[in-house]
């Protein structure tokens, strides 16, 4: 028997033992079931997880994630007033507006319907939050790349996250999604999927937040649609049990002069893999940051990819990763510039402070250039703490300890600085703040 053979027959009693979905969801399962079965689990001999080894998910026996008590989730992520929508265990438990954000009646409307209904919007509604409808069939599935782990994710498609943003509508508060997990006496796994179709001109702020306790495994996928001249800022907080295994694939396609920002703060999870893509129409900008943040024997890789396919786009890509103890990380950034993309201005830095002599770091950016009018750079460094930097702090009183903390700090500002939603980001320094006084020692 194969390798292939044993890691899909683990999984298909649990994929035959679905509860029935409607047509088309079921033939999207079982197309993904046999692309998943065909592919088996990358190994280290797969160029693209050369340097993560996913074994321990691949041998590991996941029961599915069963219905359990909603924990006091604000506690877990006390960031997150407005509007909401909380999955414990892959099931919508709350469904979350707060009028007094200053959203008009025709968002309430939307909004405030049971949880799980079939949103139809109004360009008068502007916005649906709740879970995946038939307005979801032309773009779910139709985005993210094709690799194990996204055919997993949609073989096991359920209670889906979808959220639509009518055309020219503009939704200031900043829109949450929590997929908490809380595994039963075995470990479990949940896979989180959310559909984002923002329509030409409108707007919207989303962020995601990934939690848990004990043993699991989470695969999660994201497919954002931003529409012609669209404005979508993004933020993905992961802060999964230290216990857990996370995968993760974010995949933006943009229209003509969209508009897409995101930022991923990795700080939990045993290991942590995180596939982040955008593909650029006509004009779109493109902006990707990224913090990690590991310890002890913790394992986080970051793959992304910006696809500039038509000319005249740009795109900006910051990474910073803070490395101690025995932790390891890798970084893989690919921008692949077409034939046709003429007049491309891509920029891609990726930044790593080592706190420890075990810690280890893999860098590798990457251009792809088929065009000739073009304007790329990218770079990467990998250094420890500055030790002029550590003798100037203590030659004014301030103690070895704090001095370190202090430079790590400021080293991670840069990225924390560009999250534009204000309570999110007092909490995520308040969380920093705690875990680099805790490296600091």
């Known amino acids: ?65 069963r219905p359990v008590a909603a924990p006091d989730w604000e506690k877990l992520a006390p960031y997150t007033s407005g509007i909401r929508l909380v999955f414990v265990n892959g099931r919508l438990v709350d469904q979350t507006f707060a009028p007094s954000e200053g959203l008009h009646a025709g968002l309430l409307v939307a909004l405030q319907r049971p949880a799980g209904c079939a949103d139809r919007l109004t360009p008068s509604e502007g916005l649906g939050a709740g879970l995946l409808t038939d307005d979801a069939r032309p773009h779910l599935d139709q985005h993210a790349p094709s690799n194990a782990f996204t055919a997993l994710n949609t073989a096991f498609l359920d209670q889906g996250g979808f959220i639509q943003v009518a055309r020219g509508a503009v939704v200031k508060p900043a829109i949450h999604l929590i997929y908490l997990t809380v595994p039963g006496p075995q470990p479990v796994v949940t896979h989180p999927r959310t559909l984002v179709v923002v329509g030409a001109g409108a707007q919207c702020t989303l962020v995601e937040s990934y939690l848990g306790t004990g043993a699991y495994f989470t695969n999660a996928v994201t497919e954002i649609v931003a529409g012609e001249g669209a404005v979508v800022d993004h933020y993905k907080i992961q802060r999964e049990s230290p216990a857990a295994f996370h995968v993760a694939t974010l995949q933006a396609t943009l229209g003509r002069s969209a508009n897409f920002a995101s930022c991923s703060i990795s700080l939990g999870a045993a290991l942590a893999r995180h596939d982040i893509g955008a593909t650029l129409s006509e004009g779109a900008d493109a902006s990707l940051n990224g913090l990690y943040i590991v310890d002890g024997t913790q394992h986080v890789d970051h793959h992304t990819t910006i696809d500039h396919a038509r000319p005249h786009a740009t795109s900006r890509e910051l990474y910073k990763g803070i490395l101690d103890g025995d932790a390891s990380a890798v970084f893989s950034g690919k921008v692949l510039v077409r034939k046709d993309a003429q007049k491309t201005d891509s920029r891609q830095t990726n930044q790593n402070l080592l706190l420890s002599d075990s810690a280890r770091i893999d860098s590798k950016p990457e251009l792809e250039i088929f065009a000739d009018d073009v304007r790329c750079t990218h770079g990467a460094t990998i250094g420890q703490l500055d030790a002029e930097s550590l003798f100037y702090l203590q030659s004014r009183g301030i103690g070895k300890r704090e001095a370190r903390s202090l430079l790590t700090r400021a080293f991670a500002q840069d990225v924390v600085d560009r999250i534009k939603v204000p309570v999110v980001k007092e909490s995520l320094e308040a969380i920093l703040l705690e875990k680099l006084h805790e490296h600091s020692h």
Not at 14 to 34: D, K, M
């Open 1 to 65: 028997m194969t390798a292939v053979t044993e890691q899909t027959g683990a999984w298909l009693d649990y994929f035959t033992a679905q509860p029935p979905a409607v047509r088309w969801i079921a033939e999207l399962r079982a197309s993904a079931f046999q692309r998943f079965a065909k592919l088996g689990f990358p190994t280290t001999r797969d160029e693209a997880w050369r340097s993560t080894n996913i074994a321990r998910i691949a041998r590991a026996n996941f029961a599915p994630a």
